[in-house]
């Protein structure tokens, strides 16, 4: 870092301690601003949460999910289902399917024809009886012993839009906050210079057009805007606005900051608003931000054996490989939450031009991720999600032929998995009926899945609310949602 | 956390205001409504509440009756002996399985509460219904302690509260700062630095009524008033779900900026909105209002159900109607009774009733024009279509006269038919054929540029290969042996193409015809993909080129739904283009029935069905009318003798009727509504499920509210008269409160979006019910309300918070010290543009793309969306409009309002939040659009005075925030203006490439170093907390 900067800061800090609002002490003027502006204060703790949070010593500090968006297809990936192979091209019987919805893309088909996977699996050891996992997957396949694969997701929605707003926010309409705000909101921020809630788009490689994201999907929702997940971006700079006007320097910026902040102290005294305070500490969060954010993103330390680790894509800025290595990068620096959408997943048709594009997008860069957390130490209290917003059918939908298929959109059973902090490593949860119809073991649905996503990270979920329209809003519905007990440690 | 700064608002306000302001004595008094209810809400009535479905131990606590009712030899709350009441035991005890609430909820009573509900029930535990259901009556002004102080009735109120904390009011602020304050507050802009030195050098003792006057006057106004409103609308530019394509619904966002400016009474405002299509004679603007019930997100997702997409979509109507002028939250309800607030699930669905009548598939398609909507032409467009109108009406005259006119008799020999060269069938002239998808520069040209048909013709001018086109046209242009393929070129002669090529569409784009050289080298040469046809025509004149539709292997019943027309290079018009079938010679006679006997023998006959009709009856028994008809159809279409004459009258009746339809295409649309003739039935939907259908439900209303005004129908209309009712408790208050909310930042109840149980109490209960009233008094006058804020004694105090006032009244609910808060999004934005003198002032119209970072749309976007790619406008009548016109994409908003607290309009939101951070910071220092405002800020400082920097310094500084600076903030300025200087001075190239930013390039005869310089202190000026604060 440049000295002349620290020297700054030093005098900042110092600067603000003995100036600290008007003569009052700094634990009174802790008190009267709130945290907003002890938060962004230099030197101080970093933006904390709520003060009765954690609810209990958490397993996690902090968490990865790698959300592939569009649904990936459980019966190619996962869920093994031998039987189907003798039923191909036949009928699903209506016994499995009982009058369950459909979406209107294959609800006026006049056939459901079985559409066994094509793909080899093979039953690899993990700390239990194994995990079937197919050739897609050979990374998976290595670190088998890291996952707890849960069968049996289940969820109401059977649209892109509405399901990933559910599982992202707890709600299949717009308006509500996202777990990663939520996260932010509770558990607030363990490094001062970088937000608490970071979210990647990363790309991908099917070649179907791709379902849309949303910004509500890390969004605040009712809760305070600056939960609001902070995208990190590969095109222009990572953070909105973060680089100065070409032209001007650090040293320019800084100058200008000086000044800034000597006339605001004059609007502080003229007015007394602490929230002048706030904006003063605040303005030189973004110039540290302004060195902070680059220093993350540089990957030019990182030595030669991370990118073969990771893949040849993790150089490409964008590249689900990339905002993996990326995602480490920020877990190491406290960052509370990190949220990489990869879309991609919709195979409606030609799973087998599609799935291995998108599989071979992800697989490498997912095992690299958990193999590089446990190495430093980090998988133990950091914990990894990988999943979609529903599963896919075994029924075909559009023409099937041995070599190729599509599958529709299945909310009754999908497959995710779970890595690191707290939770069983090396086990298969949940089961599902020889076709992947219907769960018949162990259901989880996704708020109860995230209610053990926040149980883990020290949140009793039936506690963690926020007034909103005269209710306590809880990520996880008003319904029971109870913590999956069987996969924690 | 919440609730202890609630109960500490509240323990204030109880020592502070309410208390004198209820006159009702000892400030330790116990008020049901403002200490009981709330705990009694939060803590209790989830399990002894409303709703039946989860009440425990058969007990309810929100009524009296409920809460005294023998619960078998004991009571929850005892009438006789409030001291044996089993609550006063539940509260307290040390067993578990007895306490209340229990402990397993998490919701713990804290100590303070406890007291107050012994204190309650040791007073009798009286109940009092909830304050916001109870009638609105007109208080009487309280006694204050200064009348002199006063200057309208809610300072009489506010005073008394102040009175009662023994806190004192500010004094009243400057001029300067009252001037910046009230001009922002009623135009969301900055006053110009002449407009605060005419305030304050105007000595007339009305000076300030003044200035107000001419701020509610000005078109600002509306733009300014209309985006709270767009909040709660939740407005947006596009659908908002999935695909999130385009939609056009500006002119409602137009509607209501001009309903604010026209002060529209807010009656009309309301019921125009709520149900302008069920007004006698509705006009267009009317139904212009409708799309209020249109603007919730809306999806076409593929697979989605529609009974599903339906339901969602009503409920978001309610959702919006229960927040918007209820304050309530009746969405609860929707699931199952509200826990909190008498609505059951059956109001929920009785008021669904009212609106789910939509005339309407539920699902968009993705369309901009999601039907129900209305046409608007522009003036423009108006004056146009009636001309065209009255042409056409005079070649229908003219061709009625010639039939009357045309002089025929029945031969007695008839004579063989004779053929006519066939019709062309016109295809694309003036407008595409439905349904067709285009890509590339469609630019449609007239008005004194080469035209060959119609009222224009599509140019493009190419370097290398380019071209326009389009698919998806529905009906396609099906092809017959031997058709001919035809279009109009004109060709530049300044810029002459070296190639032109048409292409046609039918499942590939491999039939391709061309002239000139070969350089575009798609298909294969010499083939039906590559078809030489010849030379270029001459430039300077329209050619019609003709393709044989074998040439480029169009065979007999291929269907061309695309056409394309490409070109390498130049300049090159197109116009009217189609097809011409040689096959279709027409039949001419010069006898009746010698037409009839050929009509009758043809497999197909070609006479229309309805004098084919009368074809096929015996000539004896036609009627007289009949014989006319078919002497008139003979004579217009058949007969040989009159062909030529016809013929050119009906091409020109073709012509315009297609001019007619081109004009009608590019209308601006917008959502309205439509009611169903018959009313869609509604159900109570268990669990809120679209398929769990369960009783059916007529319109009606909850119960604790009145019922509709007598004479009301029972619709949308009947809903708008019973809000406007002055029995209603709960709309005029609701009003008023948000827009206090906007002037003060804090409503007079916090929760503007919640005036039920578990809302806040409100901190001046008398004040609300004065507002609600002088309102409705005022005639629902919006801008005589807004007057009556801002010129309150109470609103003029200074901003000024000392120590004491922020100890007791940290939000400033008292209002001991004048408004002071960030300005929202919308203002920061054109505030910038405002004092850099480039905002283009100029109302309505289509939303704006001003710059934004790359990739926003991309990386979030359906691939196959219409609003995937974000494309910046340019031109400052696009980039420098205000923020209001903005185009609102809603899954990608614009960052610069998002980053500043603006909500996504996915939802009904009347209360935003206002944060304070470092992205913020980010974005003011370096947007470019922000920088480029401090560019220009900084021009105008180096136009302004002789070249005395402090002088500059002190103008810059007065243009950001009203006033000069003073001595020591002068003395930083120029300190740092002499830093910058340095800096740039010594580094010429850097500080060139500083000044380079946005739509303009930087002046040539200013050297790079001082505006650079001057830049940096106009961004310091502008991120000042001063010039973000109002």
């Known amino acids: 870092m440049n000295p002349l900067h620290e020297h700054r800061l030093a005098l900042t800090r110092r600067h603000f301690f003995r100036q600290g609002g008007m003569g009052l002490g700094a634990a009174a003027l802790g008190h009267l601003l709130g945290q907003d502006a002890m938060a962004a204060a230099p030197g101080m703790k970093a933006a904390a949460g709520l003060p009765h949070l954690p609810h209990f010593a958490p397993k996690a500090k902090r968490a990865i999910y790698l959300f592939m968006s569009g649904a990936p297809s459980q019966l190619d990936m996962f869920d093994y289902k031998p039987k189907m192979a003798d039923l191909f091209d036949e009928d699903l019987p209506e016994s499995i399917r009982q009058g369950q919805r459909l979406t209107t893309m294959t609800s006026k088909q006049k056939r459901f024809p079985v559409a066994p996977s094509m793909y080899a699996f093979e039953k690899v050891a993990n700390n239990a009886d194994g995990a079937w996992i197919s050739e897609l997957l050979p990374y998976t396949k290595k670190m088998a012993k890291d996952l707890c694969i849960i069968k049996s997701m289940h969820t109401e929605a059977i649209n892109h839009d509405p399901a990933i707003t559910y599982f992202c926010t707890g709600d299949q309409l717009p308006g509500k906050a996202s777990l990663g705000a939520w996260l932010s909101y509770g558990l607030g921020s363990e490094n001062e210079n970088l937000p608490a809630f970071v979210v990647m788009n990363a790309t991908w490689s099917a070649k179907r057009d791709a379902q849309a994201i949303y910004n509500r999907l890390w969004g605040s929702g009712f809760l305070p805007s600056k939960h609001q997940g902070v995208l990190l971006r590969s095109q222009g700079d990572p953070v909105l606005f973060l680089s100065n006007p070409e032209g001007v320097e650090r040293n320019t910026r800084r100058r200008m900051l000086d000044a800034l902040e000597k006339l605001n102290r004059k609007t502080l005294e003229s007015f007394g608003d602490p929230e002048t305070q706030a904006r003063i500490a605040q303005y030189e969060m973004a110039f540290r931000m302004q060195a902070s954010v680059p220093e993350l993103t540089d990957l030019s330390q990182e030595p030669e054996r991370t990118f073969e680790a990771y893949g040849p894509d993790s150089r490409k800025p964008g590249t689900f490989a990339n905002c993996a290595l990326m995602a480490r990068r920020l877990a190491e620096r406290g960052v509370r939450f990190t949220q990489i959408f990869h879309r991609g997943w919709d195979q409606h048709g030609n799973i087998a031009g599609d799935l291995p594009l998108q599989c071979r997008d992800v697989d490498q860069a997912a095992h690299a991720l958990i193999t590089d957390l446990r190495e430093r130490g980090m998988l133990e209290d950091t914990l990894v999600v990988w999943g979609g917003e529903f599963g896919r059918t075994i029924y075909c939908q559009g023409k099937l032929t041995r070599e190729n298929y599509g599958r529709d959109h299945h909310p009754r059973n999908f497959t995710i998995w779970m890595a690191g902090a707290g939770v069983k490593p090396g086990i298969v949860y949940g089961e599902t009926d020889d076709f992947s119809y219907n769960v018949t073991e162990n259901p989880v649905h996704i708020h109860s899945f995230n209610a053990t996503l926040l149980h883990l990270l020290g949140i009793n979920h039936r506690q963690f609310t926020f007034k909103h329209q005269g209710l306590d809003q809880r990520l996880t519905g008003v319904e029971s949602a109870p913590v999956v007990k069987d996969i924690l440690l | ?1030």
């Open chain 2, 1 to 1030: 956390m919440i609730r202890t700064t609630i109960i500490g608002l509240a323990g204030l306000l109880a020592a502070a205001v309410t208390a004198p302001a209820e006159g009702a004595g000892s400030a330790g008094e116990i008020s049901f409504n403002r200490d009981i209810r709330p705990i009694l809400s939060d803590k209790c009535f989830a399990c002894h509440g409303p709703d039946e479905e989860t009440r425990e131990a058969d007990l309810r606590l929100d009524t009296y009756e409920g809460a005294t009712a023998d619960l078998g030899g004991y009571f929850a709350l005892d009438p006789h002996d409030p001291a044996d009441s089993e609550i006063l035991f539940r509260l307290e005890t040390d067993d578990e399985d007895e306490l209340m609430p229990p402990p397993e909820t998490g919701k713990p009573l804290e100590p303070g509460e406890i007291a107050l509900l012994k204190k309650w029930i040791a007073a009798g535990g009286a109940y009092d219904p909830h304050w916001s259901f109870k009638p609105v009556a007109k208080p009487e002004l309280p006694p204050v302690s200064d009348p002199g102080w006063t200057r309208n009735g809610i300072d009489h109120f506010i005073r008394a509260g102040l009175d009662a904390a023994k806190l004192a009011p500010n004094a009243e602020a400057g001029r300067r700062a009252l001037a910046r304050r009230v001009t922002l507050d009623l135009t969301g802009l900055p006053p110009t630095v002449e407009e605060v030195r005419e305030f304050v050098n105007d000595s007339r003792p009305d000076a300030y009524e003044r200035l107000v006057d001419r701020l509610l006057a000005s078109p600002r106004f509306g733009e300014h008033m209309a985006r709270y409103w767009l909040d709660a609308v939740r407005y947006g530019d596009t659908h908002g779900l999935h695909l999130d394509n385009y939609r056009e619904f500006y002119p409602y966002r137009d509607w209501i900026i001009e309903a604010f400016n026209e002060n529209k009474p807010w009656d009309l405002f309301v019921t125009e909105q709520l149900a302008g299509d069920l007004l006698p004679e509705p006009t267009r603007e009317q139904l212009v209002a409708t799309g209020f019930n249109r603007a919730h997100v809306t999806t076409a997702e593929g697979g989605s159900i529609k009974e599903e997409v339906y339901v969602r979509n009503v409920k978001d109507r309610i959702d919006t109607f229960g927040t918007l002028f209820l304050g309530l939250t009746v969405t609860c309800a929707g699931c199952h009774n509200h826990k909190f607030d008498p609505v059951s699930q059956e109001d929920y669905y009785s008021m669904f009733a009212y609106f789910n009548s939509l005339d309407a598939d539920p699902m968009d398609g993705n369309k901009k024009d999601h039907a129900p909507v209305v046409k608007l032409p522009n003036p423009d467009q108006e004056a146009d279509l009636e001309r065209l109108r009255a042409e056409l009406a005079a070649t229908e005259a003219a061709i009625r006269e010639a039939v009357d006119g045309a002089e025929f008799r029945e031969p007695d020999e008839p004579s063989p038919p004779r053929f006519a060269d066939p019709e062309e069938v016109v295809w694309i002239d003036d407008a595409l054929p439905d349904g067709a998808r285009q890509t590339g520069p469609w630019n449609f040209e007239g008005d004194g540029a080469p035209v060959y048909s119609g009222q224009v013709a599509h140019r493009q001018s190419a370097e290398g290969v380019d071209q326009h086109f389009f698919d998806k046209a529905k009906p396609p242009l099906e092809i017959a042996a031997d058709d001919v393929l035809f279009a109009y070129v004109w060709l530049d002669p300044d810029d002459p193409p070296k190639q032109i090529m048409m292409q046609w569409f039918t499942r590939t784009w491999d039939q391709r015809a061309y002239w000139g050289e070969n350089n575009i080298d798609w298909g294969k040469d010499g083939s039906p993909s590559r078809r030489r046809i010849g030379d270029l025509p001459e430039a300077g004149q329209w050619t019609r080129l003709e393709v044989k539709a074998s040439e480029v292997g169009l065979k007999p019943g291929a269907k061309v739904s695309g056409w394309a027309f490409t070109q390498f290079g130049g300049t090159v018009r197109w116009d009217k283009a189609g097809k011409v079938s040689p096959n279709d010679k027409v039949p001419l006679f010069d006898s009746i029935a010698g037409w009839i006997a050929h009509e009758l023998q043809l497999e197909k006959p070609t006479a229309p069905a309805k004098v084919l009709e009368i074809i096929r009856k015996e000539p004896g028994k036609r009627t007289d009318g009949e014989e006319r008809r078919l002497r008139e159809h003979f004579i217009e279409h058949v007969f040989a003798g009159t062909r030529g004459q016809f013929r050119k009258l009906h091409e020109e009746k073709a012509s315009l009727e297609r001019q007619i339809a081109a004009i009608g295409k590019k209308l601006t649309t917008t959502l309205v509504w439509k009611e169903r003739a018959e009313p869609k039935p509604a159900y109570i939907l268990e669990r809120g499920e679209y398929d769990h259908k369960g009783e059916e439900v007529s319109r009606s209303l909850p119960e604790f509210l009145p019922p509709l005004p007598a004479g009301a129908p029972n619709d949308r209309l009947g809903l708008a008269q019973w809000l406007l009712d002055p029995a209603h408790p709960l709309f005029a208050r609701v009003t008023v409160n948000r827009f206090w909310q906007q002037v003060f930042g804090t409503g007079i109840v916090k929760t503007a979006e919640d005036f039920g149980l578990q809302g806040e109490q409100p901190s001046h209960p008398e004040l609300l019910d004065w507002l609600a009233v002088r309102y409705r008094e005022l005639g629902w006058d919006t801008k005589e309300l807004m007057k009556l804020l801002v010129t309150s004694a109470t609103y003029r105090q200074d901003a000024t918070v000392t120590a004491e006032k922020l100890a007791r009244d940290p939000g400033n609910r008292l209002v001991a010290r004048g408004p002071r808060f960030r300005l929202d999004a919308e203002t920061l934005r054109d505030q910038a543009l405002s004092v850099s003198g480039l905002l283009v002032e100029k109302l309505g119209g289509p939303g704006v793309k001003p710059p934004q970072p790359d990739g926003l749309w991309k990386t979030v976007g359906y691939s196959g969306s219409n609003t995937v790619k974000f494309t910046a406008d340019t031109g400052p009548e696009k980039v420098h409009r205000r923020s209001i016109y903005t185009f609102w994409k809603r899954t990608a908003p614009p960052p610069q309002m998002s980053i500043a607290d603006a909500p996504p309009r996915e939802s009904c939101v009347v209360r935003r939040e206002r944060t304070n951070t470092p992205l913020q910071a980010l974005m003011f220092m370096n947007d470019p659009q922000y920088f480029e405002t401090a560019r220009h800020l900084a021009e105008r400082a180096l136009g302004h005075g002789s070249g005395d920097a402090r002088e500059r310094l002190g103008f810059l500084f007065e243009c950001a925030v009203a006033r000069p600076p003073q001595a020591d903030e002068l003395a930083i300025l120029h300190e740092t203006y002499l830093d910058h200087a340095r800096e740039f001075a010594a580094d010429p190239e850097r500080a060139r490439k500083t000044v380079t930013v946005g739509e303009f390039p930087p002046p040539e005869d200013l050297d790079p170093a001082e505006l650079a310089t001057w830049t940096m202190l106009a961004s310091l000026v502008m991120n000042l907390d001063e010039f973000l604060n109002k």
